[in-house]
């Protein structure tokens, strides 16, 4: 005769094995049962991956463009070159300095000891400093930051104590001489040297604007780390500081950097403006119309005043150039009748030679 007690186990042990089966098989998924649906949030994050990713590669690919069409209207304009006339230009008309040559000495004097100095008291202390990112181009590198930090105390000697207004003298002289008389007058007097047809630049009827404003000297010296990168921090320098208003560079596959805005460039010609009397609308209506152009003159310009003891003479090539360029623009909008006759001009020394 069985237990009791013993079936009565038996039957729970099977009937616990039995709930057990049961639960294990519920777990198990019928591969004929619908899958669930993904999270909808996942569809939507990559959807917007994806039209993040488009947008940013739309508007690389515009800016690339543009940047690059700037650039060859830049070469294709031909004001690059502007700044090279202006000292074949000075070297055909020596007349336009002579009376200014005891400034233009004392001016090369100052500029050797300035850069002298900024190498020796500069240049090693940045060699080292450039050393942790340049490596072995660190002598190289710091060449043009040094010649950088000496243009900049360069522009103040030579706006205070070296040149005074002799660019806007010169900017002047040239325009007149090309046959622009009229408006020159409207920004100073011109008189006629006795017993000959020799104009004289006379008082500045309208203080002449500076090419550099405190914003263009303190943008010159935040982009001074640029040349910590050698080669290409350079170029970035050269081709920002040439340039403009929204400057990016365009790097293609062998580093080839053009700066593609006109910050410095437009300074050269704000004696220009002046005269034209243009409000600020149409000066930059003026200066966005001819980007490229003024992107190719400021790189240029930049450029000579990196030239050691010199630049401060290629500054003044630069304002000749600029006039040159000026007189162009003028006879390409105007009839050749509507100007003057072209007179040689002279620029006194007491006018010169250091007034502000």
Do not use: C
């Given at each position: 005769?069985s237990?009791?007690?013993?079936?009565?186990t038996?039957?729970?042990?099977?009937a616990?094995a039995?709930a057990?089966?049961?639960?294990s098989?519920?777990?198990?998924?019928?591969?004929?049962a619908?899958?669930a649906?993904?999270?909808?949030?996942?569809?939507?994050?990559?959807?917007?991956?994806?039209?993040?990713r488009?947008?940013?590669?739309?508007?690389?690919?515009?800016?690339?463009?543009?940047?690059?069409?700037?650039?060859r209207?830049a070469?294709?304009?031909?004001?690059?070159a502007?700044p090279?006339?202006g000292?074949?230009?000075?070297?055909?008309?020596?007349?336009?300095?002579i009376?200014?040559?005891?400034?233009?000495?004392?001016a090369?004097?100052?500029?050797?000891?300035v850069?002298?100095?900024?190498?020796f008291?500069?240049?090693?202390?940045?060699v080292a400093?450039?050393?942790?990112?340049?490596?072995?181009?660190?002598?190289?590198?710091?060449?043009?930051?040094?010649?950088?930090?000496?243009?900049?105390?360069?522009?103040?000697?030579?706006?205070?104590?070296?040149?005074?207004?002799l660019?806007?003298?010169?900017?002047?002289?040239?325009?007149?001489?090309?046959?622009?008389?009229?408006?020159v007058?409207?920004?100073?007097?011109?008189?006629?040297k006795?017993?000959?047809?020799?104009?004289?630049?006379?008082?500045?009827l309208?203080?002449p604007?500076?090419?550099f404003?405190?914003?263009?000297?303190?943008?010159?010296i935040?982009?001074?780390?640029?040349?910590?990168?050698p080669?290409?921090?350079t170029?970035?320098?050269?081709?920002?500081?040439?340039?403009?208003?929204?400057a990016?560079?365009?790097?293609?596959s062998?580093?080839?950097?053009?700066?593609?805005?006109?910050?410095s460039?437009?300074?050269?010609?704000?004696?220009?403006?002046?005269?034209?009397?243009?409000?600020?609308?149409e000066?930059?209506a003026?200066?966005?119309?001819?980007?490229?152009?003024?992107?190719?003159?400021?790189?240029?310009a930049?450029?000579?005043?990196?030239?050691?003891?010199?630049?401060?003479?290629?500054s003044?090539?630069?304002?000749?150039?600029?006039?040159?360029?000026?007189?162009?623009?003028?006879?390409?909008?105007?009839?050749?009748?509507?100007r003057?006759?072209?007179?040689?001009?002279?620029?006194?020394?007491?006018?010169?030679?250091?007034?502000?």
């Amino acid at each position: 005769m069985s237990d009791p007690k013993a079936s009565t186990t038996r039957q729970r042990t099977a009937a616990s094995a039995s709930a057990s089966t049961s639960e294990s098989s519920s777990r198990i998924p019928d591969p004929a049962a619908p899958v669930a649906a993904a999270a909808p949030h996942t569809d939507t994050n990559t959807a917007r991956d994806h039209r993040i990713r488009a947008a940013v590669s739309d508007s690389a690919k515009r800016q690339v463009t543009s940047y690059a069409d700037i650039a060859r209207d830049a070469v294709l304009s031909g004001a690059w070159a502007y700044p090279i006339y202006g000292g074949l230009y000075i070297l055909s008309h020596p007349r336009l300095l002579i009376p200014v040559l005891p400034v233009l000495v004392r001016a090369l004097l100052i500029s050797a000891g300035v850069v002298a100095a900024a190498f020796f008291l500069l240049y090693l202390p940045q060699v080292a400093w450039l050393a942790l990112f340049s490596g072995p181009l660190a002598f190289a590198a710091a060449v043009p930051l040094v010649l950088a930090e000496a243009w900049i105390v360069l522009v103040f000697l030579g706006k205070n104590f070296l040149l005074g207004q002799l660019n806007t003298d010169l900017f002047d002289a040239v325009l007149v001489q090309r046959g622009y008389s009229t408006l020159v007058e409207k920004g100073r007097s011109v008189s006629t040297k006795k017993g000959s047809n020799v104009r004289i630049l006379g008082n500045i009827l309208t203080r002449p604007l500076s090419k550099f404003s405190t914003d263009s000297v303190v943008r010159y010296i935040i982009t001074l780390p640029l040349n910590f990168i050698p080669v290409v921090g350079t170029a970035f320098f050269l081709g920002y500081n040439g340039a403009s208003k929204e400057a990016i560079i365009y790097i293609n596959s062998v580093l080839t950097l053009v700066g593609t805005g006109y910050k410095s460039g437009p300074g050269y010609h704000a004696r220009y403006f002046q005269l034209k009397g243009f409000n600020k609308e149409e000066r930059d209506a003026f200066i966005k119309e001819r980007r490229g152009a003024y992107s190719g003159f400021g790189t240029v310009a930049i450029a000579f005043n990196l030239v050691p003891i010199v630049s401060v003479l290629l500054s003044l090539t630069t304002s000749v150039g600029a006039a040159l360029w000026a007189a162009d623009i003028e006879s390409s909008s105007k009839a050749v009748s509507e100007r003057s006759h072209t007179y040689p001009v002279e620029l006194p020394v007491a006018l010169s030679a250091g007034s502000t």
